[in-house]
């Protein structure tokens, strides 16, 4: 029976009673992480811009009433530093950032200003206080300079980007590399990167994404607009690198040695696919089809052809892995918007209930961090 499954007992009870700030918190990943760190029963306590998109799970998932919630922006060092004096947390997940690659050329300033100068506030009033024991940065897959390689981007790989999105995200890794050597480690401060591939699952409205174009296409029987269908990149289920951030929280803060303190690949053991393929599956699930034009950037906006990661670091040093496939993936992700859509559900228990279904199926593949 699924309900056997207990959450809260996951990372070995680890995360209960623990204060715990999750920066970016109204955000798609960040709204399912405070749902999974809620169900491990820490004391979690969010900072982020208020929800930009209608819907959105955190309002949907009534986050504001089930954790310590404060809306602040990352660029505001009074108000964020206020907020971590006030919720003192223990360990600090830093997912605030602005996060999508075509909205980093309308609004470069913005993207720099928030993703490269909203960390260094953060990590300036991580080391004047003494209560922080690990940060966890969240960065991005598209941290690594693009030469598509088909082997998958290993951490050693040399950073870099072309677009300003990207570009911040390398700048986030070497400045969260620096502020580490420099200052944290002497401190006894656990500092690690995590850099994820491209992330699916409900929740998310955000513009300029394949799953979200095509859910809204769907459900208003509208025209999908494709502008790289053959773009190929390493899909996998919010949940799983999520399990991965979680992991090596756990880790960091356990002091398990100076390999911890480093940059992370979390991704799919499934070969990368690209947008048509994704866009095909997404179709045959909702059993539904829309018609589909391909359109042109006519602003020129370059982007990756080809992104995969290798993720044997993590599977080596942190016993981590993905649990579901491509196809699990994609069956979850479409189910929960059908049930959001077509049913009234309780959004909370519906992200709940798959959360407990993927700590059941990597409790079946022996994934060390539910056992």
């Given at each position: 029976?699924?309900?056997?499954?207990?959450?809260?007992?996951?990372?070995?009870?680890?995360?209960?009673?623990?204060?715990?700030?999750?920066?970016?918190?109204?955000?798609?990943?960040?709204?399912?992480?405070?749902?999974?760190?809620?169900?491990?029963?820490?004391?979690?306590?969010?900072?982020?811009?208020?929800?930009?998109?209608?819907?959105?799970?955190?309002?949907?998932?009534?986050?504001?009433?089930?954790?310590?919630?404060?809306?602040?922006?990352?660029?505001?060092?009074?108000?964020?530093?206020?907020?971590?004096?006030?919720?003192?947390?223990?360990?600090?997940?830093?997912?605030?950032?602005?996060?999508?690659?075509?909205?980093?050329?309308?609004?470069?300033?913005?993207?720099?200003?928030?993703?490269?100068?909203?960390?260094?506030?953060?990590?300036?009033?991580?080391?004047?206080?003494?209560?922080?024991?690990?940060?966890?940065?969240?960065?991005?897959?598209?941290?690594?300079?693009?030469?598509?390689?088909?082997?998958?981007y290993i951490e050693s790989d040399k950073l870099g980007g072309t677009d300003p999105y990207s570009s911040s995200k390398s700048c986030v890794e070497i400045i969260s590399e620096s502020y580490y050597n420099s200052f944290f480690k002497k401190n006894n401060i656990n500092l690690a990167t995590a850099r994820a591939g491209n992330v699916i699952g409900g929740g998310d409205w955000s513009d300029y994404r394949l799953i979200p174009d095509c859910v809204k296409a769907l459900s208003k029987n509208e025209k999908l607009s494709i502008?790289?269908?053959?773009?190929?990149?390493?899909?996998?289920?919010?949940?799983?690198?999520?399990?991965?951030?979680?992991?090596?929280?756990?880790?960091?803060?356990?002091?398990?040695?100076?390999?911890?303190?480093?940059?992370?690949?979390?991704?799919?053991?499934?070969?990368?696919?690209?947008?048509?393929?994704?866009?095909?599956?997404?179709?045959?699930?909702?059993?539904?089809?829309?018609?589909?034009?391909?359109?042109?950037?006519?602003?020129?906006?370059?982007?990756?052809?080809?992104?995969?990661?290798?993720?044997?670091?993590?599977?080596?040093?942190?016993?981590?892995?993905?649990?579901?496939?491509?196809?699990?993936?994609?069956?979850?992700?479409?189910?929960?918007?059908?049930?959001?859509?077509?049913?009234?559900?309780?959004?909370?228990?519906?992200?709940?209930?798959?959360?407990?279904?993927?700590?059941?199926?990597?409790?079946?593949?022996?994934?060390?961090?539910?056992?």
């Amino acid at each position: 029976m699924v309900n056997m499954v207990k959450i809260e007992s996951s990372f070995k009870g680890f995360y209960k009673n623990k204060n715990i700030l999750v920066t970016g918190h109204t955000g798609f990943k960040g709204s399912w992480l405070v749902i999974w760190l809620n169900e491990l029963e820490a004391n979690v306590s969010g900072y982020a811009l208020k929800p930009n998109t209608k819907p959105n799970n955190f309002e949907l998932s009534n986050l504001k009433n089930k954790i310590k919630n404060n809306f602040g922006d990352i660029r505001d060092k009074t108000k964020l530093r206020n907020t971590i004096m006030k919720t003192k947390p223990e360990i600090i997940f830093h997912l605030a950032a602005q996060p999508l690659v075509i909205t980093s050329y309308m609004y470069p300033f913005y993207t720099y200003d928030t993703n490269i100068m909203g960390l260094i506030n953060l990590l300036e009033i991580v080391r004047s206080v003494d209560f922080v024991k690990s940060v966890i940065i969240i960065t991005s897959d598209k941290c690594y300079k693009n030469k598509d390689i088909k082997r998958g981007y290993i951490e050693s790989d040399k950073l870099g980007g072309t677009d300003p999105y990207s570009s911040s995200k390398s700048c986030v890794e070497i400045i969260s590399e620096s502020y580490y050597n420099s200052f944290f480690k002497k401190n006894n401060i656990n500092l690690a990167t995590a850099r994820a591939g491209n992330v699916i699952g409900g929740g998310d409205w955000s513009d300029y994404r394949l799953i979200p174009d095509c859910v809204k296409a769907l459900s208003k029987n509208e025209k999908l607009s494709i502008r790289n269908p053959e773009s190929v990149r390493p899909w996998q289920f919010i949940l799983e690198p999520l399990s991965g951030y979680l992991t090596l929280g756990q880790n960091i803060s356990s002091n398990n040695g100076d390999k911890i303190f480093s940059a992370w690949n979390f991704g799919p053991d499934n070969k990368p696919k690209s947008v048509s393929y994704i866009v095909r599956r997404i179709f045959a699930l909702w059993d539904h089809k829309v018609n589909i034009e391909y359109s042109k950037d006519k602003n020129n906006f370059k982007e990756t052809n080809y992104l995969h990661l290798n993720i044997n670091k993590s599977k080596k040093y942190l016993n981590w892995g993905p649990v579901y496939n491509l196809q699990n993936a994609l069956k979850e992700t479409v189910e929960w918007y059908k049930q959001v859509y077509n049913i009234e559900n309780d959004v909370y228990n519906l992200c709940k209930n798959q959360i407990v279904d993927y700590t059941k199926a990597a409790r079946l593949k022996n994934i060390k961090w539910c056992l």
